[in-house]
């Protein structure tokens, strides 16, 4: 069976672009595939926290997780700072990264763009993600078209690894959904919904309510003209539009277009605003059941910990082993 990895970082409120791109492919992937998947708490130290705020995120975006349908019974869930060899690891892979190649990561260039003080995390970043996937080696990553650039890093860091100290990592193969995987922001759809950008507006979070779904893609920004036509480039917003409606129905967003053929963006907007509240209504209500049972995510995080924990140490030692590190006498890793 095929090793599932990805993760996501608890840095905001979690919005319909992570969904349509990443989190309901992992719901589906648990079901095929021997799934990991992670809060990736220590990448959001890379920028700086509120301690509070970030606790609470934590745990939150745990919940969603829950809620949106990844089952524990059938995937592992955990929290990255619960193993520690993700930190380990990533020592060796910052040793092998480059620091040109570093510099050339386009998330990097643009979260530390104008930014008065940037910290060595942030720079190194993509070292850390290169260990939370190589640690339980990973075959697949479902991710969406963002984290294209930090796949590649990845597969060169792995295969310069393995070339150097012999085979020990899995060469590991981003999943990119052929829709859904750059979600653009409603109010600016030259831009993708982030969490990291303040649009309340222009992005759909996972828990807003009905109403506030509808308001929202009802007021998103068209194009001129009135035909419904997937032309991202002249038409990004009605492109969006089609893309988000195309995700949320298992169809390509030229298929949606066509049906929309003689009918106005009045349609479309009210076609897309309904097809995500019965995405993420069901969402919302568990959401709310996980909220009132904090003990409960607790034990599912601590369960998913010591199951990633068994196989993280043991592709830790290995890596050790193949750089010349020396184990300790009598086993102890
Ligand atoms: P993050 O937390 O920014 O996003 C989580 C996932 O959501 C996808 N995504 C989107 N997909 C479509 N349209 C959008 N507008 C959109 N916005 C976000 C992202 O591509 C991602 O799959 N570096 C990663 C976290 C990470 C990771 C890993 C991922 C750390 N280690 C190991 C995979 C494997 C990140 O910041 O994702």
């Known amino acids: 069976m095929a090793r599932v990895f990805s993760g996501v970082q608890p840095t905001g409120d979690m919005h319909l672009g992570g969904y349509l791109g990443a989190f309901r492919h992992w719901a589906a992937d648990q079901h095929e595939h021997d799934s990991f998947f992670c809060v990736v708490d220590l990448h959001a130290l890379t920028v700086e926290q509120d301690p509070a705020e970030l606790r609470e995120r934590i745990l939150s975006t745990a919940r969603v997780l829950l809620a949106l349908g990844l089952d524990p019974d059938v995937c592992t869930l955990f929290l990255q700072s619960h193993v520690q060899e993700h930190t380990g690891l990533a020592w060796l892979m910052e040793c092998v990264a480059g620091f040109g190649e570093l510099r050339r990561m386009t998330q990097f260039k643009d979260k530390s763009a104008g930014q008065e003080s940037v910290s060595a995390g942030l720079f190194t970043y993509p070292a850390l993600m ?3 996937i190589l640690l339980y080696d990973t075959d697949r990553v479902p991710v969406g078209d963002d984290q294209r650039q930090h796949l590649e890093l990845c597969r060169d860091l792995a295969q310069r690894f393995n070339h150097r100290y012999g085979e020990t990592f899995v060469v590991p193969e981003a999943s990119i959904p052929r829709v859904g995987a750059r979600i653009m922001d409603l109010q600016e759809p030259t831009r993708k919904m982030s969490k990291s950008v303040e649009s309340p507006q222009g992005t759909v979070l996972v828990l807003d309510e009905p109403a506030v779904i509808e308001r929202k893609v009802k007021r998103a920004v068209t194009d001129t003209g009135t035909d419904v036509r997937y032309d991202p480039v002249h038409k990004p917003g009605v492109s969006n539009l089609l893309e988000i409606l195309g995700a949320a129905t298992g169809r ?4 949606v277009a066509d049906s929309y053929t003689g009918a106005g963006y009045g349609q479309l ?7 995500v509240v019965e995405l993420l209504a069901p969402v919302r209500e568990r959401y709310a059941e996980l909220s009132a049972d904090p003990a409960g ?10 199951k990633a924990s068994d196989v993280a140490a043991a592709t830790f030692a290995r890596a050790k082993e193949a750089v010349g590190l020396v184990p300790p006498q009598g086993g102890r890793r």
């Open 252 to 255: 390509s967003p030229s298929e």
């Open 130 to 132: 290169a260990a939370d």
């Open 269 to 275: 907007k009210s076609d897309v605003a309904e097809a």
């Open 297 to 306: 995510v607790a034990a599912i995080l601590a369960k998913g910990a010591a």
